[in-house]
């Protein structure tokens, strides 16, 4: 019995070893066009709500929801407006994208909105810090593309500013508080989204031109000081996030098969994962079947993954520390 005992047991670990490890819980639902989230200095997560323009704080233990701005611009065409939230120094900024005069002859936008940095005074006071429709007008890509105001992603704090991704114009911005902004790196077609950054060093993930093939879903690492990008990982379809984990193990979400309507649409529904990136560079599934991923938190070793849908995903005992019990980072 001690024999067969020991062999059901590694069996069962054989199993685990390659079967997702965590299952994902339907936390927060409700949410309209959802898409960038951060965590506040409270502890509690932030979400954009960009069909609405609203950023919504969410209490990471019993999922209640509050409003935390409003009235920020809207998506009109069914992505944008509010795409991203993030904190510096205790205060929140928001990305805003796909909105203003660029693209009032495209979709009939209307023209008094602004593709850029906001920074929340108030529930209802944002001023504009940062134009960065204005800047990719100024200083277009070569060659042109459809959208020239471009198509922002994520936003990141650095060096006292924010790193921007956009995955229509393929570049990453450095945004300065001042409102200044310049180029800091320049990609072929590759559609940046996720953004991480570990002291000098940023991690991007791509999700690759259409039709987003696994093979050119890589997450990317580059500095100041070295642009040229190094492959962290790759192999996942349509990665959207980056984010490192508790005991800084690094994660990837891939939204999953697109779709194949048109390019820019998401992919087919519940086919999302989050990912552990391995040091060879594999990815190793921590939970799949999530509904239209577009960002990723950890708050201790718990995932909280937002969804396009309005949903967002809990995802317990994902990263550990380690040595032993670790502190948030």
Same mark, same amino acid.
Request: aromatic share 10%; hydrophobic share 40%.
């Given at each position: 019995?001690?024999?067969?005992?020991?062999?059901?047991?590694?069996?069962?670990?054989?199993?685990?070893?390659?079967?997702?490890?965590?299952?994902?819980?339907?936390?927060?639902?409700?949410?309209?066009?959802?898409?960038?989230?951060?965590?506040?200095?409270?502890?509690?997560?932030?979400?954009?709500?960009?069909?609405?323009?609203?950023?919504?704080?969410?209490?990471?233990?019993?999922?209640?929801?509050?409003?935390?701005?409003?009235?920020?611009?809207?998506?009109?065409?069914?992505?944008?407006?509010?795409?991203?939230?993030? !904190?510096?120094?205790?205060?929140?900024?928001?990305?805003?994208?796909?909105?203003?005069?660029?693209?009032?002859?495209? !979709?009939?936008?209307?023209?008094?909105?602004?593709?850029?940095?906001?920074?929340? /005074?108030?529930?209802?006071?944002?001023?504009?810090?940062?134009?960065?429709?204005?800047?990719?007008?100024?200083?277009?890509?070569?060659? /042109?593309?459809?959208?020239?105001?471009?198509?922002?992603?994520?936003?990141?704090?650095?060096?006292?500013?924010?790193?921007?991704?956009?995955?229509?114009?393929?570049?990453?911005?450095?945004?300065?508080?001042?409102?200044?902004?310049?180029?800091?790196?320049?990609?072929?077609?590759?559609?940046?989204?996720?953004?991480?950054?570990?002291?000098?060093?940023?991690?991007?993930?791509?999700?690759?031109?259409?039709?987003?093939?696994?093979?050119?879903?890589?997450?990317?690492?580059?500095?100041?000081?070295?642009?040229?990008?190094?492959?962290?990982?790759?192999?996942?379809?349509?990665?959207? /996030?980056?984010?490192?984990?508790?005991?800084?193990?690094?994660?990837?979400?891939?939204?999953?098969?697109?779709?194949?309507?048109?390019?820019?649409?998401?992919?087919?529904?519940?086919?999302?994962?989050?990912?552990?990136?391995?040091?060879?560079?594999?990815?190793?599934?921590?939970? /799949?079947?999530?509904?239209?991923?577009?960002?990723?938190?950890?708050?201790?070793?718990?995932?909280?993954?937002?969804?396009?849908?309005?949903?967002?995903?809990?995802?317990?005992?994902?990263?550990?520390?380690?040595?032993?019990?670790?502190?948030?980072?």
């Amino acid at each position: 019995m001690g024999y067969k005992r020991v062999s059901y047991l590694l069996v069962i670990m054989m199993l685990l070893a390659v079967l997702p490890f965590s299952v994902s819980a339907q936390f927060v639902t409700g949410l309209q066009g959802a898409s960038g989230s951060t965590v506040g200095p409270d502890g509690a997560l932030y979400v954009t709500e960009g069909a609405i323009g609203e950023i919504t704080r969410i209490d990471p233990w019993t999922g209640d929801k509050s409003t935390f701005a409003s009235g920020l611009p809207h998506s009109w065409i069914g992505i944008g407006g509010a795409v991203d939230v993030a !904190f510096m120094d205790g205060v929140a900024y928001v990305l805003v994208t796909l909105v203003g005069s660029d693209l009032e002859p495209l !979709f009939g936008v209307p023209a008094n909105d602004t593709v850029g940095i906001y920074r929340i /005074d108030g529930p209802e006071d944002y001023p504009v810090i940062a134009d960065i429709g204005a800047f990719n007008l100024d200083n277009p890509p070569i060659p /042109d593309y459809l959208i020239p105001t471009g198509v922002q992603y994520a936003m990141e704090p650095f060096r006292g500013g924010f790193l921007v991704t956009d995955g229509h114009l393929n570049r990453v911005l450095w945004v300065r508080l001042n409102g200044d902004i310049s180029e800091f790196n320049v990609f072929d077609d590759v559609v940046p989204t996720g953004l991480e950054v570990h002291g000098n060093t940023v991690y991007m993930a791509q999700a690759g031109p259409v039709p987003h093939n696994p093979e050119d879903g890589i997450v990317w690492s580059f500095s100041p000081k070295s642009l040229d990008p190094v492959q962290v990982g790759a192999g996942a379809m349509l990665l959207v /996030d980056v984010e490192f984990g508790l005991g800084r193990e690094l994660y990837a979400l891939s939204q999953g098969q697109w779709d194949g309507a048109f390019a820019g649409s998401p992919a087919i529904p519940n086919d999302g994962s989050l990912l552990k990136i391995n040091p060879d560079g594999t990815f190793t599934v921590v939970a /799949d079947g999530l509904n239209l991923p577009t960002s990723v938190e950890f708050i201790g070793n718990t995932a909280y993954v937002v969804g396009l849908a309005g949903e967002v995903f809990k995802i317990d005992n994902v990263s550990n520390p380690p040595h032993g019990k670790g502190k948030l980072h």
